[in-house]
């Protein structure tokens, strides 16, 4: 039979093992449960969230500052949709502030960006309500109901003009424009011969610009050239050298210190995650072999006594 000795060495061995899970979940998830939030709530009218989950992201000028935790509809309204969001606790929102829906890439997902808000502005106290912005799907949707209205206007217009006597000024319009292209030929004529001389003359003109370039590029060729380029080159090298030599050698190391403690930092996330997950595997292990042990002990009680007399 089991000693009461032995049972009480179990259940310590299983109490000290309980304690020691509980303060390991504690100490990964504790302090997650146990960060404050700041809710605040969002009603959107007549408007399509299609793509906002909750869990999504919350953010303010590109910073993630919360998430989506509730999507209901309102009760009151059927035509309100009521999203409430949690943000990090003592994120400053003021009240001219809109949240605007934000697609994410071409997934069809959508996130809420705040956007706006000025210094001048109160805050705006936790658990009340953020005012809606307009989505960019409502910006394009509002643009092109303004470029339908415009082409319609536009189209009705050139109807008008073109019907009824408006049709018949154009006719005419089109034949007294016909009779002075016809009645003044020879003039057109010798505008087109003027506009021949012309082309020859800007021809010649091309023909010389390009003797001035073909000019340029021997003086450029030329040893003096080099010489003067060369010269200047020198004095900018010497310039680079006095001014900002140390200058750059100051912005490599810190640039090397800076990626030199990221790998640091990243190794250090590594390791600790490696040894997280070890110390799972090796809790899941013992777990188990007290199963199996306490199962062998249920059947056979003599176990314990074979393995106290050995």
């Known amino acids: 039979m089991v000693s009461k000795a032995q049972k009480f060495r179990l259940g310590l061995f299983i109490l000290i093992s309980t304690f020691v899970l509980i303060a390991f979940l504690f100490s990964v998830i504790g302090k997650t449960l146990m960060e404050k939030k700041d809710n605040y709530t969002i009603h959107y009218k007549?408007?399509?969230i299609n793509g906002l989950q909750v869990g999504g992201q919350v953010k303010y000028h590109g910073i993630t500052i919360g998430r989506v935790e509730a999507i209901t509809i309102d009760p009151n309204d059927i035509e309100v949709i009521i999203v409430e969001i949690s943000l990090q606790a003592g994120t400053p929102i003021k009240k001219?502030?809109?949240?605007?829906l934000v697609p994410i890439g071409i997934t069809g997902?959508?996130?809420?960006e705040l956007t706006g808000g000025s210094n001048q502005a109160e805050l705006?106290?936790?658990?009340?309500?953020?005012?809606?912005?307009?989505?960019?799907?409502?910006?394009i949707t509002g643009k092109a109901e303004?470029?339908?209205e415009k082409l319609e206007i536009l189209l009705n217009n050139f109807t008008n003009l073109t019907s009824g006597e408006n049709q018949e000024k154009i006719v005419n319009?089109?034949?007294?424009?016909?009779?002075?292209?016809?009645?003044?030929?020879?003039?057109?004529n010798h505008i087109v011969t003027n506009l021949d001389s012309t082309t020859i003359y800007i021809n010649s003109l091309a023909v010389t610009l390009h003797?001035?370039?073909?000019?340029?590029?021997?003086?450029?060729?030329?040893?003096?050239?080099?010489?003067?380029?060369?010269?200047?080159?020198?004095?900018?090298?010497?310039?680079?050298?006095?001014?900002?030599?140390?200058?750059?050698?100051?912005?490599?190391?810190?640039?090397?210190?800076?990626?030199?403690?990221?790998?640091?930092i990243d190794g250090t996330f590594l390791s600790t995650r490696e040894d997280i997950l070890v110390t799972i595997e090796t809790m899941k292990e013992t777990v188990e072999y007290l199963n199996d042990f306490a199962r062998?002990?249920?059947?056979?009680?003599?176990?314990?006594?074979?393995?106290?007399?050995?």
Request: no cysteine; aromatic share 6%; charged share 20%.
């Open 146 to 148: 303004v470029i339908a």
């Open 46 to 48: 007549n408007v399509s």
């Open 96 to 100: 001219d502030v809109e949240a605007t």
């Open 124 to 139: 705006l106290k936790p658990n009340s309500i953020i005012k809606p912005g307009v989505s960019t799907f409502q910006n």
């Open 109 to 112: 997902l959508v996130l809420i």
């Open 296 to 310: 062998q002990v249920s059947e056979n009680p003599t176990i314990l006594w074979k393995t106290s007399n050995q």
């Open 211 to 264: 003797e001035t370039i073909q000019k340029v590029n021997t003086v450029i060729d030329s040893k003096e050239f080099e010489s003067i380029f060369a010269n200047s080159e020198k004095f900018t090298s010497d310039l680079a050298e006095i001014d900002f030599s140390k200058l750059i050698s100051d912005i490599n190391s810190v640039v090397e210190q800076t990626n030199n403690t990221l790998s640091h």
């Open 173 to 188: 319009i089109l034949h007294n424009v016909d009779s002075i292209i016809t009645e003044n030929k020879k003039s057109v």
